[in-house]
Structures are given as C-alpha cells and as structure tokens.
C-alpha cells in the first residue's frame, strides 16, 4: 500500500500529494464537502490545516481520507517540488 509522504492543500480545495513510491497526483476533495463529517473543510483556512498522520492526511478535528482513496481518485502530476516534506 502507497503511504503519503507529502502533502500541500491548494486554494482550490484539492490536495497536492506525494506517495511513498514517488508519484505525486493532485485529489479534489469538492465532492466530499457536503457530507456531514468533512462540512468544517469548507472553510479554507481550515482545510490549509491538513497534515500527514498514519501514512495518510488527517485535519486537526481528524477528518482523514484513506490512502487508497487519494492513491486511485487523484490525478497524476508533474512533481514541481510544491509537496511539504
């Protein structure tokens, strides 16, 4: 299983991601805003929040998406080097 190693939130409400095996996709997290548990990630000053827990991203009220979700629904990248870590 990919862990992630690096992630940057963007304006847009999508993650920059970087896996342990190298590759760096970009997941939009809009069509999960509107479920009950990830409503307080629509404040973008909230979302800026992600950070890395358990090889994956987690939110400081611990909203996390699994790893194999952000793995097979982001989109491949070019690594620009923007991914903390």
């Known amino acids: 299983m990919n862990k992630v190693t690096a992630v940057k939130a963007n304006d847009d409400f999508s993650l920059d991601l970087r896996f342990s095996d190298g590759t760096v996709k970009r997941f939009d997290t809009k069509p999960y805003l509107d479920y009950e548990v990830f409503r307080e990630?629509?404040?973008?000053?909230?979302?800026?929040?992600?950070?890395?827990?358990?090889?994956?991203?987690?939110?400081?009220?611990?909203?996390?998406?699994?790893?194999e979700t952000l793995y097979i629904e982001g989109l491949p990248v070019s690594d620009n080097g923007d991914c903390n870590g």
Do not use: C, H, M
């Not at 000053?45 to 790893?67: C, H, M």
């Open 41 to 67: 990630l629509k404040d973008l000053n909230y979302f800026r929040k992600v950070d890395l827990a358990f090889g994956t991203v987690q939110w400081p009220n611990e909203q996390d998406i699994s790893p």
